[in-house]
């Protein structure tokens, strides 16, 4: 692999922050004091993916089965989640997301796009929007690696 060059290996350092740094202004304006990130996620994966089971969401989120059964637990106790006998596999459980817990998701995301799409058009010109409009494709194509 061939050496970076320094200003491509700041640019990266830079863009981390900032994404790091929207990620937890996100945070600030949805749920965070109901659920703990964990929870967040998997909640985000059940809503975007499907219903999976234990060990799928585990691996998904590169976490222990003890770690994730604790996380459902929660989710469960606050009623997000159904579990339903897994149709190839009777031994196995599928979880999904209740009509509560669906409806929470779909809340959050709706706020923190409305968030966002305040300070877009508050905060930037109409050429700095633009600019950051032309590139999500390209910040996505590196995301999807």
């Given at each position: 692999?061939?050496?970076?060059?320094?200003h491509?290996?700041?640019?990266?350092?830079w863009?981390r922050?900032?994404?790091?740094?929207l990620?937890?202004?996100?945070?600030?304006?949805d749920n965070?004091d109901?659920?703990t990130p964990?929870?967040s996620?998997v909640t985000?994966r059940?809503?975007?993916e499907?219903?999976?089971?234990?060990a799928?969401?585990?691996?998904?989120?590169?976490?222990?089965?003890?770690s994730?059964?604790?996380t459902?637990?929660?989710?469960?106790?606050l009623?997000?989640?159904?579990?339903t006998?897994?149709?190839?596999?009777g031994?196995?459980?599928v979880?999904?997301?209740?009509?509560?817990g669906?409806?929470?998701?779909?809340?959050v995301l709706q706020?923190?796009d409305e968030?966002?799409?305040?300070?877009?058009a508050?905060e930037l010109?109409?050429?700095?929007?633009?600019t950051?409009?032309r590139?999500?494709?390209?910040l996505?194509?590196?995301a999807?690696?």
């Amino acid at each position: 692999m061939a050496p970076v060059p320094a200003h491509v290996a700041e640019t990266a350092g830079w863009l981390r922050g900032v994404v790091g740094q929207l990620r937890r202004r996100l945070r600030q304006v949805d749920n965070a004091d109901v659920l703990t990130p964990s929870q967040s996620a998997v909640t985000s994966r059940l809503h975007r993916e499907g219903p999976a089971t234990q060990a799928e969401l585990a691996a998904a989120e590169h976490v222990r089965q003890q770690s994730m059964s604790a996380t459902l637990a929660v989710l469960d106790e606050l009623g997000y989640l159904t579990r339903t006998p897994d149709p190839a596999d009777g031994r196995r459980t599928v979880i999904g997301l209740s009509e509560l817990g669906s409806k929470t998701v779909i809340g959050v995301l709706q706020h923190r796009d409305e968030w966002l799409a305040q300070a877009l058009a508050n905060e930037l010109t109409a050429e700095e929007l633009e600019t950051v409009t032309r590139a999500l494709p390209l910040l996505q194509r590196i995301a999807q690696l």
